[in-house]
């Protein structure tokens, strides 16, 4: 949980967060041969989480999964990508498009996954670090230097210790399974619909 805001304080740290067994490989390779610096890799313990049929691994910083022309992307990165993909499934049953930033170098963030995702109209930021010093935090800091002009919203674990449970609870306590993805994500975009009525 604490991993990531710790690393984020470490100058010239290159640090990945893979969520299948082909990306962990190719990012102990990219340590090994083609980093300089020293490297970090967060896998979480466990299997490879569930991904969807038509998902393929790639030796890159991100990818965008989804409709890239959709005006809603949820940023994320490691194992919470599979939850990202369960709410987008839900979402469009609902006719609300989106698509995912998945994030497989979270530092340093790269500049073309900001200039990626400018044009969407709102960006939900889901990760299972602390809000602040994470990915998310600097992430918003580069959008605005890119002076986005669309909404924000984060969700991450906000300056508490997460009680003892197990991984599927505690995501579902903190609002980063797919259920609390969901939930917010229509939330904030109902809202947003609301205010321009």
């Known amino acids: 949980m604490f991993d990531v805001a710790f690393l984020n304080s470490i100058p010239n740290i290159s640090v990945y967060s893979p969520c299948t067994y082909d990306e962990l490989m190719y990012d102990i ?17 466990g299997s490879q ?3 969807p049929k038509d998902y393929t691994s790639y030796d890159l910083p991100y990818i965008v999964y989804g409709d890239e022309t959709a005006k ?11 939850s990202a993909v369960k709410a987008m499934k839900r979402l469009e049953e609902q006719n609300i498009t989106v698509n995912i930033l998945k ?5 340093p963030v790269d500049q073309d996954a900001v200039n990626q995702i ?3 109209s709102h960006i939900f ?14 992430f918003t800091a580069l959008l605005a230097q890119k002076r986005y002009k ?14 003892q449970a197990t991984v599927e609870r505690s995501l579902e306590l903190l609002g980063l399974d797919a259920a609390g ?10 809202l947003e619909e609301q205010s321009k009525a």
């Open 29 to 45: 390779k990219a340590a090994i041969y083609k980093d300089s610096g020293p490297v970090a890799i967060r896998y979480p313990r």
């Open 72 to 82: 809603i992307t949820i940023v994320t990165y490691g194992r919470l990508f599979s």
């Open 103 to 107: 994030l497989n170098k979270i530092k």
């Open 125 to 138: 930021f889901f990760e299972e670090g602390m809000a602040i010093g994470g990915v998310s935090e600097h």
């Open 181 to 190: 993805m969901t939930k917010k994500i229509l939330e904030e975009t109902s």
């Open 49 to 51: 989480p569930c991904l």
């Open 150 to 163: 669309g909404a924000v919203s984060i969700t991450a674990v906000d300056n508490i210790f997460v009680p």
């Open 118 to 120: 400018l044009s969407s």
